[in-house]
């Protein structure tokens, strides 16, 4: 049992790039979401989804979209990026969204924008 | 969702039991109290949640007062391996913040041989 896979683990990229962060459960979560974690700040929700086909925005979703066409998969786009994006993100599931349901976290893609 | 007060640094032996404080003075009826941590580089890694009585599973004890404003992780029996940042965290059950995890700055917890 896996959990929550996050791939890659590190990547480099130049200002105006575009990349794809993958993020994958095999639990049958329902809810997925995508926080990014800098120094000082604790962990930032970017985007969450509550099931395939369903997703909104958390508190820091400009210049990352995300979709959700399965259950299983979450990936996280960077359309353009941009210096202030590095960051280490993180991607959690869980079974639903309420209180009553831990969330569970990948490893996390640590990204330097250069 | 509530705020929450947890001391920035505390120390423990190994192998004694680490007790970790949490104020939540503003918790409603409706918030699950939960404990995460994160040892360095890791993902944040969900250790225990309550949300009146008290619980207990692999990895901790969970103590919540009776007026729920408080409460306590206990980690019964410390290794070096549980040296890390501990959050404290309150979770509505539904509403506008539905999954939103509000990490604080949380509390350093060095484990001592």
């Known amino acids: 049992n896996a959990g929550v896979t996050q791939t890659p683990k590190f990547q480099v990229l130049k200002t105006g790039q575009s990349m794809t962060l993958q993020c994958a459960q095999d639990?049958?979560?329902?809810?997925m979401s995508w926080y990014r974690q800098d120094p000082g700040m604790g962990l930032r929700l970017i985007h969450y989804s509550v099931g395939a086909g369903i997703t909104d925005q958390g508190e820091v979703p400009n210049g990352y979209n995300v979709s959700r066409s399965t259950t299983e998969d979450f990936p996280l786009r960077l359309l353009s990026a941009a210096p202030s994006q590095t960051s280490v993100y993180f991607c959690a599931s869980s079974y639903s969204g309420g209180g009553q349901s831990p969330q569970h976290f990948g490893d996390g893609t640590r990204l330097s924008i250069l | 969702d509530a705020k929450t007060t947890q001391p920035p640094s505390m120390d423990c032996a190994e192998g004694r039991a680490a007790n970790l404080p949490c104020n939540h003075s503003?918790?409603?009826?409706?918030?699950?109290v939960y404990w995460y941590r994160q040892i360095h580089s890791q993902g944040p890694q969900y250790i225990i949640h309550?949300?009146?009585n008290n619980e207990t599973n692999e990895m901790a004890s969970l103590i919540i007062t009776e007026d729920r404003k408080s409460s306590t992780l206990i980690l019964p029996h410390a290794t070096l391996r549980d040296t890390a940042v501990y959050y404290c965290?309150?979770?509505?059950?539904?509403?506008?913040?539905?999954?939103?995890?509000?990490f604080g700055q949380g509390t350093i917890l060095t484990v001592h041989p």
């Open positions: 503003t918790i409603s009826g409706n918030e699950y």
């Open positions: 965290i309150v979770r509505v059950a539904s509403g506008t913040s539905y999954g939103k995890l509000t």
């Open positions: 309550g949300l009146k």
């Open positions: 639990m049958n979560h329902e809810y």
